[in-house]
């Protein structure tokens, strides 16, 4: 069971948007630690999406966005494409832990 | 360009030590806020950070783990190394290093394609 909470899976249909959540306490998103999202294709390593809550690193669309308030974290992907399908994960600092946390993962799939 | 690479072995027995090592490119581990980590995946599983390593040699390490792992760098060579002692079936993952680029942040931009590491006698 994760710290961070995340929904298996979502799905959406060409064209459309698809949102994933990720909740956590006040150990971690709700301490004002950071939040980043990363996309994983099989067989491949995590892929770096959003960073600081909001923020898309050099040549990630602008398709894909982050937001954050109180202790959940959400990551929008609009204009939903067949190469998105992948695992989503969120990340973030827990306080108790003293170490870096990730989510269980999202499986998005587009219909 | 930023590069990782992990090498180590593929396959370890149950109780041996699991010694990984991380070769960059690309950037320093001298530069003030610059930052390794070890982040393991098992098959079909999220994610779990193992440790970090900083710039100025301060060491982190999940908790959970803590009395397992040791790492270490050799800044001169671009490399990182983690030792995991006592391996079990369970430890089986693909391990990943990835490169975290400052201070008071904890996202990692550029990752290793990772290596799996199956635990079997």
């Known amino acids: 069971q994760s710290v961070l909470a995340q929904p298996p899976s979502v799905s959406g249909a060409p064209g459309q948007r698809a949102t994933i959540s990720c909740t956590g306490s006040?150990?971690?998103?709700?301490?004002?630690?950071?939040v980043q999202w990363y996309q994983q294709l099989p067989g491949t390593a995590p892929r770096l999406l959003i960073y600081?809550?909001?923020n898309r690193p050099s040549g990630v669309p602008d398709r894909f966005s982050g937001s954050k308030s109180g202790t959940s974290a959400s990551l929008a992907i609009t204009g939903l494409q067949a190469d998105d399908e992948a695992d989503y994960y969120c990340?973030?600092?827990?306080?108790?832990?003293?170490?870096?946390?990730f989510g269980g993962g999202t499986k998005l799939t587009v219909l | 360009q930023v590069t990782l690479m992990e090498s180590g072995p593929a396959l370890v027995k149950p109780t041996e030590t699991l010694t990984l090592t991380c070769t960059f490119s690309?950037?320093?581990?001298?530069?003030?806020?610059?930052?390794v980590n070890w982040i393991r995946q098992p098959p079909g599983k999220a994610p779990e950070w193992l440790a970090r390593?900083?710039?100025?040699?301060?060491?982190f390490y999940n908790a959970s783990l803590r009395t397992r792992l040791a790492i270490s760098k050799d800044a001169s060579k671009n490399l990182v190394v983690l030792k995991m002692t006592n391996m079990d079936p369970g430890d089986t993952a693909t391990y990943f290093c990835?490169?975290?680029?400052?201070?008071?942040?904890?996202?990692?931009?550029?990752w290793g394609p990772g290596i799996l590491v199956t635990v079997s006698s």
């Open positions: 990835a490169r975290s680029p400052y201070s008071n942040s904890f996202y990692s931009d550029y």
């Open positions: 690309g950037f320093s581990l001298t530069n003030n806020g610059m930052r």
């Open positions: 390593i900083d710039w100025d040699d301060d060491e």
């Open positions: 006040s150990s971690n998103i709700g301490a004002g630690y950071d």
């Open positions: 600081g809550n909001t």
């Open positions: 990340q973030s600092h827990d306080r108790s832990l003293s170490g870096v946390i």
